[in-house]
């Protein structure tokens, strides 16, 4: 698959990035990396055309002064940028998560061995440590657990390393499915199963618990499939959205007897955790 990537500079940065980036998501943009003029942001060409950007308000603003620029991204060129850039990092003294070629970390419980493709989900951006934070709160034994958008399939092997029953991997997109084989195989797992699509390949599953961490319109308009195969007082785990997206994710959750429990924070970023009634 090929991408289209955008380099954004914004002045100031702050708030600035912060609200480009939630506008750049609700236009169907993928994943993003913050630098210190502003950002890179990356959209499936499927899903891209030359008025993308047509409805981003904080382009217009005179609050801010944005320049851009977009090419084509190839996956071969994306692994050279990662390798250059990707630091291993630790998640509450208990997770690692690290490239092949990074020393494993000797003082934590789970060493996971991530290699990304154009996936996002390799702890650095704030949903993803969020969501390996949930994780670890829960008992996974003998769970069934779905991790929907999976990415590069790091929560799934986290959730497999936590001694889940099974794990069901899922992403639409062509190098995240791909990508998450690899690191399933890199990390020794048995009990993940990755499958490329959408939630309509949720029809007749059952889960104990469901981790999605996508983007806020995918979540609000999934919720409701995702409740649908939730068992009664299952876990549902959703991020990637903001804490000012909190109210209109709660209240679809309710329509479908989902009970927000709490939710964690990192930078204005939110994973919120809701239980099946």
């Not at 959209?43 to 002064?65: G, M, P, Y």
């Not at 919720?223 to 109210?247: E, P, R």
């Given at each position: 698959?090929?991408?289209?990537?955008?380099?954004?500079?914004?002045?100031?940065?702050?708030?600035?990035?912060?609200?480009?980036?939630?506008?750049?998501?609700?236009?169907?943009?993928?994943?993003?990396?913050?630098?210190?003029?502003?950002?890179?942001?990356?959209?499936?060409?499927?899903?891209?055309?030359?008025?993308?950007?047509?409805?981003?308000?904080?382009?217009?603003?005179?609050?801010?002064?944005?320049?851009?620029?977009?090419?084509?991204?190839?996956?071969?060129?994306?692994?050279?940028?990662?390798?250059?850039n990707f630091n291993p990092i630790t998640?509450?003294?208990?997770?690692?998560?690290?490239?092949?070629?990074?020393?494993?970390?000797?003082?934590?419980?789970?060493?996971?061995?991530?290699?990304?493709?154009?996936?996002?989900?390799?702890?650095?951006?704030?949903?993803?440590?969020?969501?390996?934070?949930?994780?670890?709160?829960?008992?996974?034994?003998?769970?069934?657990?779905?991790?929907?958008?999976?990415?590069?399939?790091?929560?799934?092997?986290?959730?497999?390393?936590?001694?889940?029953?099974?794990?069901?991997?899922?992403?639409?997109?062509?190098?995240?499915?791909?990508?998450?084989?690899?690191?399933?195989?890199?990390?020794?797992?048995?009990?993940?199963?990755?499958?490329?699509?959408?939630?309509?390949?949720?029809?007749?599953?059952?889960?104990?618990?469901?981790?999605?961490?996508?983007?806020?319109?995918?979540?609000?308009?999934?919720?409701?499939?995702?409740?649908?195969?939730?068992?009664?007082?299952?876990?549902?785990?959703?991020?990637?959205?903001?804490?000012?997206?909190?109210?209109?994710?709660?209240?679809?959750?309710?329509?479908?007897?989902?009970?927000?429990?709490?939710?964690?924070?990192?930078?204005?970023?939110?994973?919120?955790?809701?239980?099946?009634?």
């Open positions: 698959m090929v991408y289209i990537g955008y380099t954004f500079k914004i002045s100031p940065t702050a708030p600035g990035c912060e609200i480009l980036i939630a506008e750049l998501a609700d236009a169907g943009f993928e994943s993003f990396v913050e630098n210190k003029n502003g950002i890179s942001a990356y959209i499936s060409k499927d899903n891209w055309d030359e008025s993308i950007l047509k409805d981003i308000r904080v382009l217009r603003s005179k609050a801010f002064k944005v320049s851009y620029s977009f090419k084509e991204i190839k996956q071969r060129n994306w692994n050279s940028v990662w390798e250059k998640i509450d003294d208990k997770v690692c998560i690290r490239a092949p070629f990074h020393k494993k970390f000797a003082h934590v419980d789970y060493d996971i061995i991530i290699e990304p493709k154009m996936s996002f989900g390799t702890g650095h951006h704030e949903t993803t440590y969020i969501m390996v934070q949930h994780i670890l709160t829960l008992n996974l034994k003998g769970k069934r657990v779905l991790d929907m958008g999976c990415g590069t399939g790091v929560l799934a092997i986290l959730a497999e390393k936590r001694n889940a029953r099974f794990i069901d991997a899922i992403d639409i997109d062509a190098w995240c499915y791909e990508n998450s084989i690899e690191n399933i195989k890199r990390n020794n797992c048995h009990k993940i199963k990755a499958y490329q699509g959408d939630a309509s390949l949720l029809k007749d599953k059952n889960y104990d618990i469901v981790i999605a961490n996508i983007n806020r319109n995918i979540l609000l308009n999934d919720i409701k499939i995702y409740a649908s195969c939730l068992s009664k007082n299952g876990i549902l785990m959703l991020s990637g959205f903001y804490v000012k997206d909190i109210v209109v994710i709660e209240a679809e959750a309710k329509k479908y007897g989902l009970f927000k429990v709490n939710y964690k924070q990192k930078n204005n970023w939110v994973g919120v955790k809701f239980v099946k009634k």
